[in-house]
């Protein structure tokens, strides 16, 4: 019978600690996107009109963008963890490099949303 000790329960929940951290990142842009969308008029209605919209929309992609995201490294997360059930092997690379794609992307629409922020 194998043993194969407490790393695999270690890095069960770091992986789950990485989720929830990303999970909360997406939480945020989505929050920023919410805020400008329901943001009033300022003085400058016509200023307003063509910059907010297209501050709202680009936020909107970010949004989106970060959903997207977060679904690939959730997905990414459940199969390295259905992996650690059955053996302590090294994650594939095609695991890997989409995790790597989903981080980037998170932090990409991280970085625009704030960029885009007010």
């Known amino acids: ?6 790393q695999p329960e270690r890095t069960e929940l770091s992986w789950g600690r990485t989720l929830l951290a990303l999970f909360a990142a997406d ?6 996107w919410a805020i400008a969308a329901t943001q009033p008029a300022a003085a400058d209605p016509d200023y307003v009109r063509w910059a907010g919209t297209a501050t709202t929309d680009y936020l909107g992609v970010c949004a989106l963008a970060a959903m997207v ?3 690939v490294l959730g997905l990414c997360v459940l199969a390295r963890l259905r992996q650690l059930r059955h053996s302590s ?6 695991l890997m490099r989409w995790a790597a794609a989903g981080i980037i992307v998170l932090g990409a629409s991280a970085v625009a949303a704030i960029a885009l922020g007010r």
């Open 27 to 32: 939480l945020l842009i989505w929050r920023s």
């Open 69 to 71: 995201a977060t679904a």
């Open 1 to 6: 019978m194998r043993d194969p000790g407490l």
């Open 89 to 94: 092997y090294a994650p594939p690379a095609s």
